[in-house]
């Protein structure tokens, strides 16, 4: 099963939203299709923009989200993951990165293009590939034989 980090970009869309390819993606997690991660400051993260940008309906379906989609949360980083880090991404999404290498995923999914699907962090040779929902469809259903699609 494909593991994926899920940055609070891509909850947060998903609950702005029930159409698009982030609630797409967490309807394949609900359905057992993929295996997703986030860690509890993803989590805080999106509570505290839903509370501040969105109606208030949608907290509902942010926790309504959480109760019926299987999300692993990864521990914290360690202050010597967070360092491995530090030179290639600005410094508040250092423990983003940091937790999404520690999850052992393959994807860490996101919307945030400006400080996440940057040059540097394309040729850091990491364990995992930082692509958007849209992309990392793209990519499983490429890796796929025809039949299975």
């Known amino acids: 099963m494909i593991r994926v980090f899920l940055d609070s970009s891509v909850l947060l869309a998903a609950v702005a939203s029930l159409r698009g390819g982030s609630a797409f993606l967490l309807d394949g997690a609900q359905q057992g299709r993929f295996e997703v991660c986030v860690s ?6 999106v509570e505290r923009n839903v509370r501040k940008k969105l109606p208030t309906a949608a907290l509902k379906r942010f926790h309504h989200l959480l109760e ?3 999300i692993q949360i990864v521990p914290s980083p360690t202050s010597e993951e967070l360092h491995l880090y530090q030179a290639l991404i600005h410094e508040k999404d250092v423990p983003i990165l940091a937790a999404a290498m520690r999850s ?3 994807y860490l999914v996101t919307l945030d293009r400006r400080d996440f699907l940057t040059e540097k962090i394309r040729t ?3 364990s995992m590939r930082v692509v958007t929902p849209k992309q990392f469809f793209e990519e499983i259903s490429s890796d796929r034989p025809e039949e299975e699609m």
């Open 40 to 45: 509890h400051l993803v989590l805080l993260e």
């Open 104 to 106: 052992g995923s393959a």
């Open 68 to 70: 019926t989609t299987p």
């Open 124 to 126: 850091a040779r990491l």
